[in-house]
């Protein structure tokens, strides 16, 4: 039997293979081809079944025989299935996955006006799912377009925000496409991108209170709705929840976030070893990087300078997958830092009394006094960050079990 696949342009960073060896039992592959091998790669048809994502949801419309009724209203394709005959059937289930994400994210769409960002084929989805939810107002935000993002902040009435740019993605982990708090109004935030699973817009919508959702449960959602395409067989959908908490929880980080001196380095070690995920810790990073020691680095260049070391450091690791990752103490003062930590990542706070934090070779923390202000300054930054909060035990394997008590069903 032919595999079945997905179409694309640049691929290597696509999960599609994963979500689908969890919904059936068939051989799923990647075919990355350029425009211009596009027609000998439908001449051949070495597929018995295609998912189709950027830059080919519309120009695969003439290589289909026929399409659904929802592609044809959206001019857009991205599921093929072959015909007894040979011939090709378009289909978009991205509409049904965009719909369940909504349903799923609790979101209300129904009278509301709502803001897309971005015109790219994805928008065209967008644009009809909440069409036939019942949207108010639609408004949809371009580069170049009447509204744009220099005049986008007229519509400061927008309930709804539905990203669908590639802005804040991998590898872009960090920019935003808006500034959120400049919309009073908002009672819903939605972005496609699922990779990294918080991206700049969803951490703002979070900080202001606003309902969010990522793009994870779409893409599991219209990769379902694909697979019975594929095998003609009714898969429960009970089956795209579970995908999606165990793509999440697999693909997390965890951060270990805390004073200097209370152990942070030890127990990452001792999480590595127990949970089989690789060890970063990013004072070893920036020591790495500038081929010179912490204290080195204070003495020749100064605080400022090792922070924004430091900041390279997070924004490098973070924005990874499946790491085990100890922070230095400081790292959490910078706010872009606050972002990365989070982005994608379970976050833990170890909690040691300052009268037994290690102070050696710690370039802010010369005496108790040091050690009182700058626990005052970060306990409540730690606090925000914190998804649990562990306090540290002089033995080292006590803390470790309390960590892997608070990262289950978090963590796999």
């Not at 500034?179 to 972005?191: E, I, Q, Y």
């Not at 990542?345 to 037994?356: A, E, G, I, M, T």
Request: hydrophobic share 40%; proline share 4%; with cysteine.
């Amino acid at each position: 039997m032919k595999p079945f696949g997905l179409l694309g342009r640049k691929l290597s960073h696509s999960i599609s293979p994963e979500i689908h060896n969890l919904l059936c039992d068939y051989e799923y592959v990647l075919f990355e081809r350029e425009p211009d091998e596009l027609d000998e790669f439908f001449e051949k048809q070495e597929f018995s079944g295609l998912n189709v994502t950027i830059p080919y949801k519309k120009d695969v419309i003439k290589y289909c025989a026929e399409l659904s009724e929802t592609a044809k209203k959206i001019g857009s394709v991205n599921t093929i299935t072959v015909r007894p005959d040979g011939t090709l059937y378009g289909d978009n289930s991205d509409y049904f996955g965009f719909s369940y994400m909504v349903e799923q994210s609790g979101v209300q769409i129904k009278d509301k006006t709502v803001l897309i960002l971005g015109t790219g084929g994805a928008s065209l989805t967008v644009k009809a799912v909440v069409e036939d939810m019942g949207a108010k107002e639609i408004i949809s935000v371009s580069r170049t377009g009447a509204v744009n993002y220099d005049n986008v902040y007229d519509y400061q009435n927008a309930d709804v925000i539905i990203n669908t740019t590639p802005v804040g993605m991998y590898p872009h982990n960090g920019e935003r496409v808006i500034d959120l708090s400049r919309f009073p109004a908002l009672s819903g935030c939605l972005d496609l991108i699922y990779n990294p699973s918080l991206t700049p817009f969803l951490y703002d919508a979070e900080n202001l209170g606003v309902p969010y959702a990522n793009g994870l449960t779409m893409l599991v959602a219209q990769a379902h709705m694909s697979a019975g395409k594929f095998v003609d067989s009714h898969i429960p959908e009970e089956k795209i929840e579970q995908i999606v908490a165990e793509l999440a929880s697999v693909r997390k980080n965890i951060v270990l976030i805390g004073m200097p001196g209370c152990g942070k380095s030890t127990v990452s070690a001792l999480l590595g070893q127990v949970l089989k995920r690789e060890v970063v810790d990013t004072d070893s990073l920036v020591v790495e990087n500038e081929k010179r020691s912490i204290p080195e680095i204070f003495a020749s260049y100064g605080e400022e300078y090792f922070r924004a070391c430091e900041t390279k450091a997070v924004a490098d690791c973070t924005k990874k997958s499946t790491l085990i990752i100890a922070t230095g103490g400081g790292a959490v003062l910078r706010e872009e830092n606050r972002y990365f930590i989070k982005q994608n990542s379970f976050v833990v706070w170890l909690k040691r009394d300052f009268n037994r934090l290690a102070m050696e070779g710690r370039p802010l923390s010369k005496s108790i006094d040091d050690i009182k202000k700058i626990e005052q300054v970060r306990t409540p930054v730690y606090a925000s960050l914190a998804d649990a909060e562990i306090e540290v035990d002089d033995d080292p394997q006590v803390t470790l079990s309390k960590i892997l008590e608070a990262v289950k069903g978090e963590i796999k």
